[in-house]
């Protein structure tokens, strides 16, 4: 028998029980690497605009052949724009690139145009998507398989490139609800 519970101070049950709060502190307890999702839509103005969007839901699937996973919010800007453009890239951020992760994460945000204006990034060859300069590695994706999954859509791709330059620093995490760092 299913057990509905009545709202409560950390918001309503879901039918299995567990409120959304729940859920959220719960998995804030897993520790996840930052990574910068990027994307080139060549249909937004004469010469196209760049797009990016904070991930920490981002994991490697497959190793033959290479395929990794990124989970982006149904109706999000980059969702709309992975559902035509299926190439795109991740730089997988250093601890001193907090300030990049924080300015493609927040909400009512300015334009991505003004938001990749001073930030040092270069085009990638394969994507064409802006790679972050300075980042632990950087991955070029074209989207295999989109799978919606409750509130999100999941996009499997297959990595087109890997680059691995010599960086600063250890990697950036999210944990507890905040950016940490390693150590």
Request: glycine share 10%.
């Given at each position: ?21 729940e ?60 559902e035509?453009?299926?190439l ?66 999941l ?29």
């Amino acid at each position: 028998m299913l057990q509905t519970t009545s709202p409560t101070e950390t918001g309503i049950a879901h039918p299995e029980g567990v409120t959304a709060d729940e859920f959220r502190a719960a998995l804030a307890r897993l520790a996840a690497g930052v990574v910068l999702v990027t994307a080139h839509d060549p249909e937004d103005g004469p010469r196209g605009e760049d797009v990016g969007m904070t991930a920490t839901a981002f994991l490697s699937v497959s190793l033959d052949p290479p395929l990794v996973m990124v989970s982006v919010r149904n109706g999000s800007r980059m969702d709309d724009l992975l559902e035509h453009q299926p190439l795109w890239a991740a730089s997988l951020l250093t601890d001193s690139q907090r300030h990049v992760a924080g300015r493609f994460a927040m909400k009512g945000r300015i334009s991505d145009r003004l938001l990749f204006e001073d930030l040092a990034h270069e085009r990638g060859e394969a994507s064409g998507a802006p790679l972050i300069r300075g980042a632990l590695a950087t991955l070029e994706c074209r989207t295999e398989q989109r799978v919606q999954a409750g509130d999100h859509t999941l996009v499997i791709a297959r990595v087109l490139r890997a680059h691995t330059p010599t960086a600063e620093g250890g990697p950036l995490l999210y944990f507890r609800g905040r950016y940490r760092q390693l150590g």
